[in-house]
């Protein structure tokens, strides 16, 4: 199972970026999955996370409401966050989550998620 992330870069405040998080050997139709982001000096913490397997519920913290929106495509088996209005705060390294295991878990908790891609980072100045 490997999850990789896509779409980062270096943006002015007020800009936008569309993350992408490619899975393979999971189907994301299967539970869980999120949104992470942890900037320097400060603890991971979460973003947006979506159950796939159907209803298509959605979280997000407080600090991005309205701004992210979480989404998925099970055709291509991707994950994407689409960020507006980005500020210089949202800056950080973002890491795509994807749960594994049955079960009804706390959404936006770390310890919900099972597997980990590898980052790409977003800068806003």
């Known amino acids: 199972v490997q999850l990789v992330e896509s779409g980062g870069g270096s943006v002015q405040a007020g800009g936008s970026l569309r993350l992408s998080c490619a899975a393979s050997?999971?189907?994301?139709?299967?539970?869980?999955m999120g949104w992470f982001r942890q900037a320097p000096g400060k603890e991971r913490e979460a973003v947006a996370s979506?159950?796939?397997?159907?209803?298509?519920?959605?979280y997000y913290a407080d600090s991005v409401k309205g701004r992210f929106t979480i989404s998925h495509d099970n055709a291509d088996n991707t994950l994407y966050l689409q960020m507006l209005s980005l500020k210089p705060e949202d800056t950080a390294m973002y890491y795509c989550?994807?749960?594994?295991?049955?079960?009804?878990?706390?959404?936006?908790?770390?310890?919900?998620?099972?597997?980990w891609g590898q980052g790409t980072q977003v800068t806003v100045s």
């Open positions: 989550a994807a749960r594994s295991l049955p079960g009804v878990v706390p959404p936006l908790a770390e310890s919900s998620y099972n597997i």
């Open positions: 050997g999971y189907s994301l139709s299967s539970y869980c």
């Open positions: 979506m159950y796939t397997g159907g209803g298509d519920s959605t």
